[in-house]
């Protein structure tokens, strides 16, 4: 990046406002009326509806379209481990890709912590909060084992988007190539360059569709 991109994406970040996200109500609040219902009493209402059958947090909270985006830091695109506070303006950033094209909602999470096992525990005990997890920037191989465990522990959608994202759209601009050229997946050879989070994923998701090993 020359030194007037730099310039230009510092000041982005900067201002009007600092960083690329906020918590907004989706309530009014206009009047007493709407405090006693968004909290305390009416509050309450919406808490024993949950105590009663859980899947009614769906209906009253805004749990069933709230995603983590979750990382350590340790494998940040371009930028390598460097750790949980520097990484916030990227999991800020993807917030922004999943709120803008997908109107999905996001909490970006930076944790400090390294040791695999630690990061399954604190990841698990946020399922109350969530309706899906998105692992980001974690390095390999311990991505693989955190998300393995978290898919086997937890009851919402756990997704790695170092591995499944770009596993994804490699695999879909392969099959459509392919048929560009005329070719089946099963009689191409496919040399692979590096072996980390993505390219295993890719490599496993493309044999999965036909590919030969």
Not at 188 to 213: F, P, Q, T, W, Y
Request: proline share 5%.
């Amino acid at each position: 990046m020359d030194q007037d991109f730099i310039a230009a994406a510092l000041d982005y970040h900067r201002a009007p406002t600092r960083g690329k996200i906020s918590v907004v109500p989706t309530k009014g609040l206009t009047n007493q009326r709407d405090l006693a219902l968004a909290y305390s009493p009416g509050v309450a209402a919406a808490c024993d509806a949950i105590v009663a059958d859980p899947a009614q947090a769906r209906e009253l909270t805004s749990r069933g379209n709230l995603v983590a985006v979750v990382t350590n830091g340790t494998a940040v695109l371009g930028l390598g481990n460097i750790g949980p506070l520097a990484s916030k303006p990227v999991m800020e950033g993807k917030g922004c890709l999943f709120k803008k094209f997908a109107n999905i909602d996001v909490f970006d999470i930076e944790l400090n912590e390294n040791d695999p096992d630690k990061l399954i525990d604190i990841i698990a005990s946020l399922e109350p909060t969530l309706g899906g997890i998105n692992l980001e920037d974690i390095k390999a191989p311990e991505c693989f084992y955190i998300e393995k465990k978290l898919r086997e522990r937890m009851k919402i959608p756990v997704f790695h988007d170092d591995q499944h994202g770009t596993a994804i759209i490699s695999s879909a601009g392969l099959i459509n190539g392919l048929k560009v050229v005329g070719k089946d997946i099963a009689t191409v050879k496919l040399v692979c360059s590096g072996a980390g989070a993505a390219a295993i994923a890719c490599l496993d998701l493309m044999v999965s569709l036909g590919l030969k090993r």
